[in-house]
């Protein structure tokens, strides 16, 4: 399903079930900025663990980092953000609402400003002359709120990255090409957020840098691009007719070669439904050299075996971890009638999916909660996070597991008090399968990978 009402559905099931919550609603809410609740801080979790895994864990060439949110306002020279970071903004001049220009203009289909409806208020031609405006949130570090003191909320992971390129190079002993990956926060001042959490205000990113000789920088910006689409559809489960590249035409001032990967929402997001997740830049050797040039500071590679010295070129994948687990709930929520009612399931890759399974007892008696309460606490002692629950009618029990995504329900019945057989029920599938109480690990361990 891809349909116009998707994200509505989507807000209101996870505020349902506990995947996201709108931040401060008791005060009337905070301009798009969501706070995950039980549900989805685990989801997300298994997203940025998925994502560590492939890029640290299962590889010799990338290390792993966590720098400071708050850095030395000079590397946002160094970087552009200070001068580039920008969005051209209008206000209208009747209801004073702003709107970035190039939105404005695609959204109402006018060909310039003059002609162009305000959407809140519908006057035509009303607009303020557009003004630069800078994404980046500023604060002040200390007791002094001047200019002097003023630091940004960083706009991006990879800054942290670069600065410390060398660092990590040498106490790691890594030999280029190799990367550097991590995951953080992000802020950017947005001046039209929304669509759930698809653009809003903190966010998080998963980054990865990789440091190549230059001349082999064509080649290993194919490999990342090719990579990190297999990793959308064979990780994450994201369907592949809803997934496509689509490169830039126009180039940010420090790539040489850029992509975005799609995910296929609907709605108002994006290119006709069509919004990014993940980008993937050729940024040559700008930010090595801006480093280098704005710090004083030698940012040089040294290959000691080849006897040669060079700044290496960098390709960037950089992901966002809501994006993408906004993406995995896109994709995986469906409505289907089952015996005339709707039935409402989160068709979440098992080894994505928050809870693993429910276990419930068929009944309130004859020892059977004792039963399943005892596989539930076995389950989670083994790091399957599972959910016991007694209450309500079986079939509502399933109902509700099956919109929170959890994949698999033990349900243990009176063959399981006689001749310790629990039955195992398949969310997509809804097939039930009876199996021995012995062989409920390994079964449910081979399809949670
Ligand atoms: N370091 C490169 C960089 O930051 P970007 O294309 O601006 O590139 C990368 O951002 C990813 O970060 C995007 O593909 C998106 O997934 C995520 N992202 C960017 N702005 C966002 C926002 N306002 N809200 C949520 N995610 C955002």
């Not at 399903?1 to 996870?14: G, I, W, Y």
């Not at 549900?39 to 010799?60: F, I, S, T």
């Not at 960083?154 to 550097?180: D, H, W």
């Not at 050299?289 to 290496?312: C, M, T, W």
Request: hydrophobic share 35%.
């Amino acid at each position: 399903m891809a349909d116009n009402d998707l994200m509505e559905k989507l807000v209101s099931l996870s505020k349902r079930r506990g995947y996201v919550f709108q931040s401060s609603e008791i005060y009337g809410g905070t301009g798009s900025v969501w706070d995950y609740g039980p549900l989805g801080v685990e989801l997300k979790r298994n997203v940025k663990d998925a994502w560590w895994r492939a890029m640290v864990h299962e590889r010799d060439d990338i290390e792993g980092l966590d720098a400071a949110i708050l850095m030395h306002p000079k590397v946002w020279e160094a970087s552009g953000h200070i001068a580039e970071f920008t969005d051209p903004l209008v206000e209208c001049r009747n209801c004073h609402r702003r709107f970035r220009v190039d939105t404005l203009l695609s959204e109402t289909g006018a060909k310039e400003l003059e002609t162009a409806q305000c959407p809140s208020c519908g006057k035509r031609g009303e607009w303020t002359e557009p003004r630069n405006f800078n994404l980046m949130f500023k604060t002040f570090m200390g007791p002094a709120e001047d200019s002097a003191n003023v630091v940004y909320l960083r706009p991006e992971t990879a800054q942290g990255i670069y600065v410390n390129f060398l660092n990590v190079q040498q106490s790691a002993r890594q030999r280029v090409p190799f990367g550097i990956a991590q995951i953080g926060k992000a802020f950017r001042n947005e001046i039209t957020p929304g669509n759930f959490t698809f653009r809003t205000r903190e966010f998080e990113q998963m980054e990865m840098q990789f440091f190549v000789k230059p001349g082999t920088d064509e080649a290993a910006f194919e490999e990342w691009r090719e990579r990190r689409m297999k990793w959308h559809t064979e990780v994450m489960g994201l369907s592949p007719d809803r997934l496509r590249y689509h490169p830039h035409e126009k180039l940010a001032h420090y790539a040489s070669a850029a992509g975005d990967v799609e995910f296929f929402f609907g709605g108002t997001i994006g290119d006709e439904g069509w919004g990014e997740i993940e980008g993937i830049h050729n940024r040559t050797d700008f930010d090595l050299k801006r480093h280098q040039e704005f710090s004083g500071k030698k940012l040089l590679y040294v290959d000691a075996q080849n006897n040669e010295r060079y700044i290496p070129y960098i390709i960037e994948t950089s992901v966002g971890a809501d994006r993408v687990t906004l993406a995995v709930l896109a994709n995986a929520y469906r409505e289907e009638a089952v015996e005339g009612e709707t039935r409402v399931v989160l068709s979440i890759k098992p080894s994505l999916a928050p809870l693993k399974c429910g276990v419930f007892p068929l009944v309130k008696k004859d020892g059977m909660p004792e039963r399943a309460t005892a596989i539930h606490e076995d389950l989670r002692r083994r790091g399957i996070p599972s959910f016991y629950d007694e209450a309500g009618a079986i079939g509502r029990r399933y109902r509700r597991q099956d919109e929170a995504g959890t994949p698999f329900c033990i349900t243990v019945d009176g063959e399981t008090m006689e001749q310790g057989t629990v039955t195992i029920r398949d969310r997509d599938s809804m097939e039930q399968t009876r199996l021995s109480q012995d062989e409920i690990v390994n079964w449910l361990t081979e399809r949670l990978r």
